[in-house]
């Protein structure tokens, strides 16, 4: 007989609700839940695989130690007793700091990266913590830190009330959002152009998005700063200014007229490509909506000037009257946060420095990019021993094949990860977390992001395989292990005194508190001290999720800067944005740029092994403009060399009109040729590591956040690569 789960999709940003048919302890079919108030039913191509994804044969369901060279099978306290050994000789013998800690995008999407990665981090105490976010999205959080005085105080469209929206270096009919938890984008987009709203898209490629915009621009990758900057210049030049209620909450505006003089339109085009009328007539189409956003996303963020460029989207915003306003760029407010006062300390980066390149610490990380630095470079504090969560940097990080080659070389490495991938293959343990299906799930991250305020607890659809450990519980006994505490502590009776000293600081008695698990028992002391004072016996009543409305003006109470205003001026960004206003125009040596690009059915590289996510053509493709490639002898189906200065890959060549001339494109997370994985189907359908090409020296220097969009590259046709 079938049962019904209900549950969040954890496979994208999104958080669209799924209805699982289960019978016989399987998933056998999956449809979007129509009865979710904030999905309504929608689902995409990975959401429908996730019963597929749930049953990979190549999923690992028990651990591995590696045992004479080999990644062997192992039980869970033989893999914690390798653990241990293996951390503490490293930690007894060099410290702390020579023991990483990475942490990959999939921690963000699970009940267990948001409430357990922090306490890892925590317990281990090393200086040496890197994340997937400083090849994402770390310049909004900067930006926004210095903007608002905290980083997770990130705005978003509102797009079901907007007239106009503009959407930079971003293809949500493809990504379904990100930084922006929209379920459903294709929908709304629809809905705003239904209503007499536009919008415009800015991209070097004209992507899904695109191709149904109102306008399209097409942009010289990495330039988007410029085109912001010309755009304020004209909104102060034309009097087109108006603050509106946010004029008693805004310092720093004239600085800002001072900042932007020295870019009006025509230097903006010439820098952009896009035409100089066309740049004035977008900033009058934003200025003139009754209710309009400025989004960006990848492609203005993993660039050279990525925080300038997200603090001027936010610059637009605020400029236009549009932030903080039903369909302008609002703030959520999550079932779990906390309100706040007004005020705070405010934002600031570089409490420490990275040991080999200084580079500095931004939210409590370094930049993804020094890692192999810090492996490679003899002394003390080198890191000799790497633990990674939810993250295969071996094809995520620029000059991949070097940070390959250094972790290759460590002298120890635990991976928790399901999949015995291109970085796991390097671990000496690897413990493998059960299936989404067999774990809770509450959306810690992305409810910061979202288009509605929400709150949805899904409970697990099937009940652990026998012998297997939570995910929570693996994280936090590795978090035991690095605090010395060895690998048969307590750790129950840790988290339950942890937990009862934050009830008891909540003034709530911890017995009270919901729940079969530690998790879920965090969760209800967090909603019940959240601003609607939930509980999770309300979740738990309303399977399909609870709608809490519409985002609602949070001005000035979300602010957290010392003058309690939005601080639109922040020292660190003037002084990049006089840089700019400085350095002499780029030169056009004739090489190309590559750049990334999103598919429906891939997130990154973590869904590569799915047949039916990989079926059909070929998705990892070197797209190139049907100019260039009439000009350089490229043939549809043939081969291209793509060379930078770091590396070299050979594509398949796919011709289009759809891409601007000068650019190339290869999509981020293949690479799935390397020996000793155990990942047979992303292996038939490998593709190339476009962080083969990407370079470890090109940063965004007030974040660190690797440039992955615009890198130089030249491209040659492969002789005899031609398709046959």
Known sequence: MADTAYRTCPLCEATCGLALTIERGAVVEVRGDDDDPFSKGFICPKGASFGYLDADPDRLRTPRVRRDGKLLPATWPEAFAAVHAGLSAVIGARGRDAVALY???????????????????????????????????????????????????????????TDFLLILGADPYSSNGSLWTVPDAPGRLKALQARGGRFVVVDPRRSRTARVADRYLPIRPGTDVYLLLGMVHELFARDLVRLDRLADHVTGVEVVRGLVAPFPPAVAAARTG????????????????????????????????????????????????????????????????????????????????????????????????????????????????LITVAGNPCLSVPNADRLDAAIAGLDFMVSIDPYLNETTRHADVILPPPPATRAAHYDFSFTHFSVRNMANYSPPSLPLDEGAIDECEIITRLGAIVAGLGPDADVDALLDGELRAAADKAGIDAADLDGSTHAERVLDLRLRTGPYGLSLAELRANPHGVD?????????????????RIELCPDPVAAQVRRLAAAPAPVDDGRFVVVGRRHLRTNNSWMHNVPTLVKGRELCTLVVNRADAARLGLVAGGKAAVTSRVGRVEATVEITDDIAPGVVSIPHGFGHDRPGTELAVARRHAGVNANSLTDDLRIDPLSGTAVLNGVPVTVTPVPNGTAP
């Not at 925590?122 to 900067?142: C, E, F, I, W």
């Not at 949070?554 to 309690?564: A, F, K, M, V, Y």
């Open 103 to 161: 942490l990959g995008n999939p921690n963000v999407h699970t009940i267990a990266g948001g409430l357990y990665a922090g306490a890892l981090r925590r317990a281990l105490g090393s200086r040496n913590v890197y994340t997937a976010s400083t090849l994402d999205q770390m310049p909004k959080h900067v930006s926004c830190g210095y903007l608002f005085g905290h980083p997770l105080a990130v705005p978003v469209p509102d797009i079901d009330r």
């Open 274 to 385: 896009i035409p100089e009328q066309a740049i004035r007539e977008l900033t009058a189409d934003l200025a003139a909506a009754p209710r309009a956003a400025v989004y960006g996303r990848i492609g203005t963020t993993t660039v050279e000037h990525g925080t300038v460029t997200s603090w001027l989207v936010d610059v637009l915003n605020t400029l236009t009257g549009n932030l903080d306003r039903p369909g302008g760029a609002m703030f959520p407010l999550p079932a779990t946060s906390r309100r706040g006062t007004g005020t705070g300390k405010g934002f600031a980066t570089g409490r420490w420095h990275s040991r080999v390149r200084g580079l500095p610490e931004v939210l409590g990380e370094l930049p993804a990019v020094t890692l192999a630095d810090e492996i490679e470079t003899p002394g003390e504090g080198q890191v000799r021993a």
């Open 548 to 564: 809490l409305g519409p985002l609602q003006p949070r001005i000035p109470e979300i602010l957290r800067t010392p003058s309690g």
